[in-house]
């Protein structure tokens, strides 16, 4: 009888210990709960010993990371409406996912609030709120929006305008600071992430650059030089903590796939456009920390981060890669979500929220791999950067 009941115990928890193992494997890429405080947060990614001190994160770009400044312009490229938000506390916000971004998981590793979007600030809180903002804005680009985009979208603030308000935050909230030096010192350890050239390489090529440039390798090149020239801007306003996105394989989303011919899993001509822009990142990136002094410049590879994604799946939780998980007006994933409509349930098996932009739990693991993977971010991982 003893010996059952032993050996009863010895199997309950060799169970236990089964389903610990399958549970920690199965649910380490699912986003921790969105109530998690930091510490709670870094344990979950087994870094609690990490100290870090990261006092802002100002945040730049188009829809991918846009929190809402949309909400306050006069264009169509607006997503505060359910289904997105679905998971963000069940409240739309202007985020283009289900639930947080990538950005909003550096926040909640870094122990900071959500960057909110710089439109929503009033005049006395952009004086005294020096835990960052998020300038992005979807549909932009590195370029101006051109004339026949500027038709369909309405007003969205450009990267030019954006980095125009970078300046605006840096003359009101000087004041806030004891020193010129003190404020110069509290912008050189703030983080400044960027996830821009997105519509470049995508609307932008298709529905005007492609008649301007020669190739697509001209292009690329036009691009990275105007990209180049912008980051030197934010870095005359302060700025010395660069992290750069490299531009994901658009070929592969839903939207280019259910609107464009292709005769593998992927848009083979979209992805050739990006891979050409992203193989000048290294060079032009390392060429501008050479220049301009006290300067760090991270690369983080997104395209890869999407490529692994797409070579195991299960890996990573997902079993759909290729669809919308909201549903369109058309229903044949060539639009946002329509409103109010019950997206799919099983939202953290899709890489895709709506034809064009991933669910949070592809974001969660976006940030899980800019982290610490050194075959993805370099010089340095975030968590390198962070502590800089
Ligand atoms: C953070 O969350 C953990 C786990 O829920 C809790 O034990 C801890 O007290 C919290 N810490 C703070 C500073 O709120
Ligand atoms: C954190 O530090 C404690 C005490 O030094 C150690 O026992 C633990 O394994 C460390 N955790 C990690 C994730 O490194
Ligand atoms: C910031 O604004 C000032 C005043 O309008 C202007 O002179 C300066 O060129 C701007 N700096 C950048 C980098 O845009
Ligand atoms: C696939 O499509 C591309 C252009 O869309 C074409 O160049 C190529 O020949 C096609 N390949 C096959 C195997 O049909
Ligand atoms: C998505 O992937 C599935 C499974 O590989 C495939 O059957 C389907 O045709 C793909 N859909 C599109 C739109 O490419
Ligand atoms: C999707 O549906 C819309 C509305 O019916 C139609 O105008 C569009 O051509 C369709 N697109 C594709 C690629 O089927």
């Given amino acids: 009888m003893a010996f059952i009941f032993a050996s009863c115990l010895g199997l309950l928890s060799l169970f236990f210990q089964c389903f610990y193992v399958i549970h920690i494997y199965s649910e380490s890429y699912l986003p921790p709960d969105f109530n998690n405080n930091q510490t709670a947060f870094l344990q979950y990614l087994a870094?609690?010993?990490?100290?870090?001190?990261?006092?802002?994160?100002?945040?730049?770009g188009d829809s991918y990371i846009d929190a809402g400044n949309n909400n306050f312009l006069d264009t169509i490229a607006k997503a505060n409406f359910l289904p997105y938000g679905i998971d963000f506390g069940g409240v739309p916000?202007?985020?283009?996912?289900?639930?947080?971004?990538?950005?909003?998981?550096?926040?909640?590793?870094?122990?900071?609030?959500?960057?909110?979007?710089?439109?929503?600030?009033?005049?006395t809180e952009r004086k005294i709120f020096v835990s960052g903002v998020n300038y992005g804005s979807g549909s932009s680009g590195i370029l101006p929006l051109p004339p026949p985009a500027v038709e369909i979208f309405g007003h969205i603030l450009s990267f030019d305008e954006q980095i125009e308000l970078l300046n605006d935050t840096t003359r009101s909230l000087k004041g806030h600071f004891d020193s010129p030096e003190s404020f110069s010192l509290y912008l050189s350890k703030s983080l400044f992430?960027?996830?821009?050239?997105?519509?470049?390489?995508?609307?932008?090529?298709?529905?005007?650059?492609?008649?301007?440039?020669?190739?697509?390798?001209?292009?690329?090149?036009?691009?990275?030089?105007?990209?180049?020239?912008?980051?030197?801007?934010?870095?005359?306003?302060?700025?010395?903590?660069?992290?750069?996105?490299?531009?994901?394989?658009?070929?592969?989303?839903?939207?280019?796939?259910?609107?464009?011919?292709?005769?593998?899993?992927?848009?083979e001509d979209v992805n050739q456009r990006i891979a050409f822009y992203n193989g000048l990142l290294p060079n032009l990136?390392?060429?501008?920390?050479?220049?301009?002094?006290?300067?760090?410049?991270?690369?983080?590879?997104?395209?890869?981060?999407?490529?692994?994604?797409?070579?195991?799946?299960?890996?990573?939780?997902?079993?759909?890669?290729?669809?919308?998980?909201?549903?369109?007006?058309?229903?044949?994933?060539?639009?946002?979500?329509?409103?109010?409509?019950?997206?799919?349930?099983?939202?953290?098996?899709?890489?895709?929220?709506?034809?064009?932009?991933?669910?949070?739990?592809?974001?969660?693991?976006?940030?899980?791999?800019f982290l610490k993977d050194h075959s993805v971010c370099s010089p340095f991982t975030l968590f390198e950067l962070m502590q800089l």
């Fill in 47 to 60: 870094s609690e010993n990490l100290s870090l001190r990261l006092p802002a994160l100002y945040v730049f």
């Fill in 285 to 369: 990136l390392t060429k501008l920390e050479t220049s301009l002094k006290g300067s760090t410049f991270v690369l983080c590879d997104l395209y890869k981060v999407f490529e692994d994604v797409y070579t195991q799946p299960a890996a990573y939780g997902f079993t759909n890669v290729n669809g919308s998980c909201c549903i369109d007006e058309a229903r044949n994933g060539t639009r946002g979500c329509a409103r109010n409509v019950a997206p799919c349930a099983d939202r953290t098996s899709h890489v895709f929220f709506d034809p064009f932009h991933p669910t949070e739990s592809f974001h969660f693991i976006w940030m899980r791999r």
């Fill in 93 to 123: 916000t202007g985020r283009a996912t289900n639930g947080r971004t990538v950005v909003d998981f550096i926040a909640q590793v870094a122990g900071l609030p959500f960057p909110p979007p710089m439109l929503g600030l009033s005049e």
């Fill in 193 to 267: 992430f960027i996830h821009i050239g997105t519509n470049d390489l995508g609307i932008y090529w298709d529905l005007e650059q492609k008649r301007k440039f020669r190739t697509a390798e001209d292009y690329a090149l036009f691009l990275s030089e105007e990209l180049s020239g912008r980051l030197e801007a934010i870095y005359q306003l302060g700025a010395r903590k660069f992290l750069v996105n490299n531009v994901s394989p658009l070929g592969c989303q839903p939207f280019n796939l259910n609107t464009k011919m292709h005769n593998t899993s992927c848009v």
